[in-house]
């Protein structure tokens, strides 16, 4: 019997040597699997990263075309509010000098019809009238 016995240890220390090397490989296997997880996802994020930074980048760039058109676009209504102004400003003087009963084309100031001035018109102001002598 201790033949038999013997070999049943035998037997059973086979398989439980079979079953730790089988262990020992499924081990390895599934720490090379969750390395290369861990590599897949670090080359991944250094790709999504690169990304990041380009995006950012444009970002900054469309900001700052933003910022610029922005200001430019803020000039413009302020030119506009000023012409608007001195559009009715102008319709004003016409309007009251109709009223007057005068004709718009016969205006004897040139001021009042800029758009008519000659250069030849236009003379100098002197810097010294003596007017604001005190």
Do not use: H
């Not at 990263?49 to 980048?57: L, Q």
């Not at 005068?102 to 009238?129: E, F, T, V, Y």
């Amino acid at each position: 019997m201790s033949s038999e016995s013997d070999q049943k240890y035998a037997m059973m220390d086979e398989k439980k040597r079979k079953r730790m090397i089988s262990n020992r490989e499924s081990a390895r296997r599934s720490r090379m699997r969750k390395q290369k997880q861990m590599q897949d996802l670090t080359d991944e994020m250094g790709r999504l990263e690169v990304a990041k930074n380009g995006i950012v980048g444009k970002v900054d760039e469309i900001t700052e075309k933003y910022m610029a058109y922005a200001a430019e676009n803020d000039v413009l209504r302020a030119q506009l509010m000023e012409l608007t102004e001195r559009l009715r400003s102008l319709n004003d003087v016409i309007k009251n000098c109709e009223i007057a009963g005068k004709d718009a084309n016969q205006l004897a100031d040139p001021l009042l019809k800029p758009w008519q001035l000659s250069c030849s018109m236009q003379q100098p102001i002197p810097a010294s009238s003596g007017l604001f002598q005190l």
